[in-house]
């Protein structure tokens, strides 16, 4: 079983900026990537940004904005997000992916006010 704990949501004007963090535990073997998504309001989770063996790839609507550090060796996970819109407002979920099963965060709420 792996444990994740997000932190830094919060609420930010746009243009402005936000670290969140995620601190995994537990059994880390076979975990090969690590990485966020978020689900805005009326809409389905999507994928924001992943690192898997410190190759980064990220969401067309994120890129240039977002970095994301870390990963499963480090047993941490991070996004800067810079250049906030109001339609990154939304859930923040940390995600690791297992041999046999994904895991997930409890989530961090993101507001962007314009």
């Known amino acids: 079983q792996v444990q994740l704990v997000e932190s830094g949501g919060g609420l930010v004007q746009a243009g402005g900026s936000l670290r969140l963090s995620c601190s995994a535990s537990?059994?880390?073997?076979?975990?090969?990537?690590m990485g966020w998504y978020r689900r805005a309001p009326g809409k389905q989770r999507e994928l924001v940004a992943r690192?898997?063996?410190?190759?980064?790839s990220y969401a067309d609507s994120v890129k240039g904005r977002f970095t994301i550090s870390g990963g499963n060796a480090k047993n941490m996970v991070f996004l800067q997000m810079n250049s906030l819109k109001p339609e990154d407002t939304g859930v923040y979920y940390c995600?690791?992916?297992?041999?046999?099963?994904?895991?997930w965060g409890q989530g961090t709420q993101v507001t962007v006010s314009s």
């Open positions: 995600n690791a992916v297992g041999l046999a099963a994904d895991y």
């Open positions: 690192i898997n063996g410190g190759t980064a």
């Open positions: 537990g059994i880390m073997f076979g975990i090969n990537a």
